[in-house]
């Protein structure tokens, strides 16, 4: 099946700074790639649709200028968590879906946890 | 969006039956999607079904679909220790949208 590679798995950072996120789609193009985020417990909340070339289409209470999505190309979508707080820690999960003849998929990313200290 | 529920936790014991229940509001839902996850790890597609399909079977993962009463259900055969997970109800109207996640049924399968 098709493959979406997310990257860090893990990271901690100190209040303040930045952490950048990727999601690579490694098999095949994504020009439509969505970014989750999930709470301990929680199930998975969309906070973003990211469109290659174009802006992103954020959900409602998500703050664009806090998480930054860039979807340069069609196997790579970013999201950067912008002057990061303990309360963006978190689990952000990106997805890609797939169209197969008449079939689709939705295939996931590993998945960052993010640990804001 | 619309609501997915699910029921919260499942106990079942090591070569039972195991079946998980998802309700959904949207009747204009298309795909119906099985993750799972197990701790600290992404999501595992486990089987998706389309809305005009009353089953589909694969291996020990049989789905049954109730479009009416827009009832989906998980049912995992010989039900072994390594599927303790949680496994989320997932729908979509489209194949353009993103998918719409039930809390998700913590699974626990006792020896």
């Known amino acids: 099946g098709a493959v979406v590679s997310q990257h860090p798995s893990r990271v901690i950072c100190k209040s303040g700074t930045s952490v950048k996120i990727e999601c690579r789609s490694l098999?095949?193009?994504?020009?439509?790639m969505f970014w989750y985020r999930q709470f301990p417990k929680q199930s998975l909340m969309l906070m973003a649709t990211s469109n290659e070339g174009s802006k992103a289409t954020y959900e409602q209470g998500v703050e664009k200028d806090k998480f930054l999505i860039n979807h340069a190309s069609l196997t790579l979508s970013t999201l950067t968590v912008t002057s990061a707080h303990p309360e963006d820690s978190s689990f952000y999960i990106c997805?890609?879906?797939?169209?197969?003849?008449?079939?689709?998929?939705?295939?996931f990313g590993q998945g960052t946890r993010l640990t804001v200290v | 969006g619309e609501d997915v529920e699910q029921s919260l936790f499942l106990s079942v014991r090591e070569g039972d039956s195991s079946v998980i229940n998802c309700t959904y509001t949207?009747?204009?839902?298309?795909?119906l999607y099985w993750y799972k996850q197990e701790p600290g790890a992404g999501l595992q597609l486990l089987t998706y079904i389309f809305s005009n399909m009353d089953m589909k079977q694969d291996q020990r993962l049989t789905v049954l679909l109730n479009k009416k009463d827009k009832h989906l259900s998980l049912r995992i055969a010989d039900t072994q220790t390594g599927d303790s997970a949680i496994y989320f109800c997932a729908e979509s109207i489209n194949s353009g949208y993103a998918l719409n996640f039930g809390k998700g049924t913590s699974l626990l399968v006792t020896p």
């Open positions: 098999d095949f193009q994504a020009t439509t």
């Open positions: 997805s890609a879906r797939v169209l197969r003849d008449t079939d689709t998929e939705a295939f």
């Open positions: 949207d009747s204009s839902s298309t795909y």
